[in-house]
């Protein structure tokens, strides 16, 4: 069964601080492995990483995909209050273009 | 960039009624679309793949005689929750394939009361 586990599933920081989020994920035909951060509607696109060891960087955000790990973190550094939301990983399938998304990590920056 | 619009953004009916969900790509052509469900502090589920001419596939433990889609274009698909019951209520998302990235719409909230 394809699935992806995130973790922590949530956690609390305060401002200023650096945080890691974890993915791993076990599918058959892998594609790309995708993180969003979702407020209060729909996902907002972060990152598509395809291949390993590769960082891609957005800011403050960072993310790097292990494929021999099968799995992929996401770093904030200098947290700010703003970055309050739930993280999701998610892993994007070659078959039929399917999207599997992990459970989220709810990342709550305190002031 | 493309943008993939819901309507309506929130929905409230009474139990037993049909409510219908439409997804459109405002600047591309999609062949597949996806319907997703939130329900509260959980991930988004996918429910559905959505075809263009032809039927949807549906998940494992999604009733396809509930959860009617349609593809009739290549720039909408819709979502028709029929007979609807308070635990079908949750955030039901749509995203389309353009150029091998996900799009994803703003969402539609369903109260079933």
């Known amino acids: 069964e394809d699935k992806v586990v995130q973790s922590p599933l949530s956690l609390v920081v305060h401002e200023g601080d650096t945080v890691t989020l974890n993915c791993s994920y076990e599918v058959t035909n892998f594609r790309s492995l995708l993180w969003y951060k979702q407020e209060k509607k729909a996902p907002t696109f972060l990152f598509m990483l395809t291949s390993s060891g590769i960082e891609k960087k957005s800011g403050r955000l960072s993310s790097i995909l292990d494929k021999k790990e099968l799995s992929s973190i996401l770093n904030i550094t200098a947290t700010q209050t703003g970055d309050s939301a739930i993280y999701l990983c998610?892993?994007?399938?070659?078959?039929?273009?399917?999207?599997?998304f992990g459970k989220g990590t709810r990342l709550h920056i305190l002031p | 960039g493309a943008v993939v619009s819901q309507h309506p953004s929130w929905v409230i009916c009474k139990s037993g009624t049909s409510v219908k969900i439409e997804c459109r790509s405002l600047?591309?052509?999609?062949?597949?679309m996806f319907w997703y469900r939130q329900f509260p502090k959980q991930s988004l589920m996918l429910m559905a793949t959505?075809?263009?001419?032809?039927?949807?596939?549906?998940e494992q433990g999604v009733e396809k005689d509930k959860f009617l889609i349609n593809h009739a274009s290549l720039t909408l698909s819709t979502l028709t929750v029929t007979s609807a019951h308070p635990e079908d209520s949750s955030f039901y998302i749509c995203?389309?394939?353009?150029?091998?990235?996900?799009?994803f719409g703003p969402g539609t909230r369903l109260t079933v009361l």
């Open positions: 600047d591309f052509q999609a062949t597949t």
């Open positions: 998610a892993a994007y399938m070659n078959r039929d273009d399917k999207i599997i």
């Open positions: 995203s389309a394939s353009w150029y091998n990235e996900q799009f």
């Open positions: 959505s075809n263009e001419g032809s039927k949807a596939t549906y």
